[in-house]
């Protein structure tokens, strides 16, 4: 009977172990992934947040000013869609994102991510994605990810 209930216990164990390890190969977040893209004007920053949670479930929602409203889309990635940010992550490295990409500006564009540990802003002028603003490697990345969630999920 103490046979048994080792043996049992050990399988329970080891199929555990491999659901973890399985759920962990699924999801490519290790944590919460939010990205705002906010234009700054006279009611203040206005723009759209989008959260990604570690199991790929996500939500879209507006912000005005300094409240962001009830998600307006809500749904889970698919497995193409979480292929796709599972190798924009690897690639784009945001553990090497400084804290802070370009200087404020007067009606600025600032899209900012926060991921786990890293926090990272970046910040253009108002003429858009490109305008004037220094183009560093970082940018680009995070021009990369802003504009691959908001072709995977809406906004």
């Keep these: 009977m103490i046979g048994f209930a080792l043996r049992f ?3 329970a164990v080891a199929a555990f172990v491999f659901a973890e390890v399985s759920m962990a190969g699924q999801y490519p977040l290790t944590a919460q992934l939010v ?3 906010l234009q700054s004007g006279i009611v203040g920053q206005t723009g759209t947040v989008w959260t990604i949670e570690p199991d790929c479930s996500f939500t879209v929602a507006r912000q005005i000013a300094l409240q962001t409203g009830a998600p307006h889309r809500r749904g889970q990635l698919t497995p ?3 292929a796709k940010l599972s190798e924009l992550l690897a690639r784009i490295d945001p553990a090497s994102f400084p804290a802070q990409i370009g200087e404020p ?3 600025g564009r600032e899209i900012s991510l926060a991921y786990g540990c890293v926090s990272s ?3 253009l ?3 858009g994605p490109g305008g004037g603003a220094t183009r560093d490697q970082h940018a680009t990345r995070l021009l990369d990810l ?3 969630l908001e072709q995977l999920v809406g906004d």
């Design 121 to 123: 802003t970046l910040n």
């Design 9 to 11: 216990a050990i399988v």
């Design 35 to 37: 990205l705002r893209d």
């Design 80 to 82: 193409e869609q979480t």
């Design 146 to 148: 802003a504009e691959t």
């Design 105 to 107: 500006q007067v009606n």
């Design 125 to 127: 002028p108002p003429a």
